[in-house]
């Protein structure tokens, strides 16, 4: 069956990185693509970005362009976000999910907490 | 800029009642719709996609509709495990590639 697996929570000071990771099981991880989404305390879904693993290709949303690096490593089949300059408005659930080729969203990780705080 | 509106923001129903959730988007986004639930300290889960189909193991109490600019969720005969939060999404797969959530619809129990 389709699994994203997660790392674990993080806390982190005004300023650092992050750096999430999403382990993908039960499909071919090549073939579809993985979007980012966040989810501040009581909030809505927040899309950041997506990235193809079979080749790279990235697309990201306006406020998170330039803060925000997706990569993947198809030899262990995990996904990578990394968030820089983090800030306390960055504190929120971050979800990594799988993507078909119409960019339909199927299968969701479980979920990060990122905590920012001095 | 896309922008999808949910309404209402919260929905109290009865169990055993039918439940009508709405969507509307800011410009056409085709058929290209999901709807999905979120029940707390959970990830979402996918219920319908392109519109009207229903997503694996989803029950038939759950439908979708429309097309364009204006959608709808509907849950016939409400079970206690279907209050949640519903978010819609437009999922562009073709230039500018991009996702957009509603706010999402807080279904209660009345």
């Known amino acids: 069956q389709v699994q994203l697996v997660q790392s674990g929570a993080e806390v982190k000071k005004p300023g650092a990185s992050v750096k999430v990771s999403c382990k993908a099981s039960?499909?071919?991880?090549?073939?579809?693509?993985v979007s980012w989404v966040r989810q501040a305390p009581g909030q809505g879904l927040e899309w950041m970005g997506w990235i193809s693993p079979y080749n790279g290709n990235t697309n990201f949303a306006q406020n998170a362009q330039g803060r925000v690096t997706l990569t993947t490593d198809t030899s262990t089949n995990t996904a990578y976000m990394e968030l820089r300059s983090l800030r306390s408005d960055d504190t929120a659930v971050y979800f990594c999910?799988?993507?078909?080729?119409?960019?339909?969203?199927?299968?969701w990780g479980q979920g990060t907490l990122v905590t920012v705080s001095s | 800029e896309m922008v999808m509106t949910q309404s209402p923001a919260t929905l109290s129903v009865s169990p055993g009642e039918r439940a009508t959730l709405s969507c509307r988007a800011s410009q056409s986004v085709s058929s290209n719709l999901a709807w999905y639930q979120q029940k707390p300290g959970q990830a979402p889960r996918l219920l319908i996609y392109d519109a009207s189909t229903r997503a694996t193991g989803i029950p038939a109490r759950f439908s979708g509709s429309g097309s364009g600019t204006e959608f709808t969720l509907a849950i016939s005969s409400l079970q206690s495990e279907d209050f949640a939060v519903y978010y819609c999404q437009q999922y562009n797969n073709w230039p500018p590639y991009m996702y957009t959530f509603g706010q999402g619809t807080k279904l209660e129990i009345k």
């Open positions: 039960g499909y071919t991880f090549g073939s579809y693509g």
């Open positions: 999910a799988r993507a078909r080729s119409n960019w339909l969203i199927d299968y």
